[in-house]
T-cell receptor, first 110, second 113 residues
């Protein structure tokens, strides 16, 4: 079983839709959970980070962590064409173990 | 505020030639520094990370090496490039805390011909 599983997509939605992006993980030692957005031919940009189970909201973005199910999600409300990018989940623990998902390619159609 | 620089932005090199990619961070001290490679259609592969000057940990045995001659400078090198070294190379930094959120540079796109 891979440490982090992320559906690669591609995911295509109409403008204004609610988008749900998900990752599952197997390592119960993971304590830090991050989401990055990567536009084509650019470096990843940190979107959200959280260190605990529950929800964290920032504008149109909500990060959700369920440590008991080893499942994290990123929700995008009122999606915009500018949200079209690859979204990467990233998680780690106290031993410097850092693991990225392979990324989900999202396209928001106007 | 913190800024991370990488250069060059793009590079085309013949097989067997040497490589030197540089990364510098401004606005912070004692950062953790990372080198990643992203091949087309693949995820981010951690190559090296450093927690201090002269301290380098290698994650994947390969044709590459890394050095950290100064606190905020990280260099990725190769003596002889292989075709398989082509990819998008990303430098990142994080605060001096284990496995915290990372901030990426703009990347270097390397094509080995």
């Amino acid at each position: 079983q891979k440490e982090v599983e992320q559906d690669p997509g591609p995911l295509s939605v109409p403008e204004g839709a609610i988008v749900s992006l998900n990752c599952t993980y197997s390592n119960s030692a993971f304590q830090y959970f991050m989401w990055y957005r990567q536009y084509s031919r650019k470096g990843p940009e940190l979107l959200m980070y959280t260190y605990s189970s529950g929800n964290k909201e920032d504008g149109r973005f909500t990060a959700q962590v369920d440590k008991s199910s080893k499942y994290i999600s990123l929700f995008i409300r009122d999606s915009q064409p500018s949200d079209s990018a690859t979204y990467l989940c990233h998680m780690g623990g106290s031993n410097y173990k850092l693991t990225f998902g392979k990324g989900t390619l999202l396209t928001v159609n106007p | 505020s913190q800024t991370i620089h990488q250069w060059p932005a793009t590079l085309v090199q013949p097989v067997g030639s040497p490589l030197s990619l540089e990364c510098t961070v401004e606005g912070t001290s004692n950062p953790n520094l990372y080198w990643y490679r992203q091949a087309a259609g693949r995820g981010l592969q951690l190559l090296f990370y450093s927690v201090g000057i002269g301290q380098i940990s290698s994650e994947v045995p390969q044709n590459l090496s890394a050095s950290r001659p100064q606190d905020r400078q990280f260099i990725l090198s190769s003596k002889k490039l292989l075709l398989s070294d082509s990819g998008f190379y990303l430098c990142a930094w994080s605060i001096r805390r284990a496995a915290s959120e990372q901030y990426f540079g703009p990347g270097t796109r390397l094509t080995v011909t």
